[in-house]
């Protein structure tokens, strides 16, 4: 089974960047649909955007659309959100996530169900402040 590890986290102004990596070891990325879900305090953890196994398909909740870029770096065995035009309301712990079959982790993305997911990393922490 895959095991995940977060990075790229950190505190930056409102309309800053930045880019998260979840990074698999034990085996392929490739293999798997990967999915970015952050909890904000307080609040039920939320699909952000997730990435098809094998034909590139993606997802976006509606809020960060246009903002947030989900890509895949098969040599590296990693998965990337680019996070632009930052807004306080984006602050959480992010968390990567993977499951063989993209329809269920594209349910579970868009917030259709809580299924239980093949794998999750440990999260990294996005604070978004003046």
């Known amino acids: 089974q895959v095991q995940l590890v977060e990075s790229g986290g950190g505190l930056v102004q409102p309309g800053g960047s930045l880019r998260l990596s979840c990074v698999g070891s034990g085996d392929s990325l490739g293999y798997y649909a990967v999915g970015w879900f952050r909890q904000a305090p307080g609040k039920e953890r939320e699909g952000v955007s997730c990435i098809s196994n094998s034909d590139g398909l993606t997802y976006y909740r509606d809020s960060v659309k246009g903002r947030f870029t989900i890509s895949r770096d098969s040599a590296k065995n990693t998965v990337y959100l680019q996070m632009n035009s930052l807004k306080p309301e984006d602050t959480a712990v992010y968390y990567c996530?993977?499951?063989?079959?993209?329809?269920?982790?594209?349910?579970?993305?868009?917030?259709?169900?809580?299924?239980?997911?093949?794998?999750w990393g440990q999260g990294t922490l996005v604070t978004v402040s003046s």
């Open positions: 996530a993977t499951d063989l079959w993209w329809a269920t982790l594209r349910r579970r993305c868009a917030g259709l169900n809580n299924n239980s997911l093949d794998a």
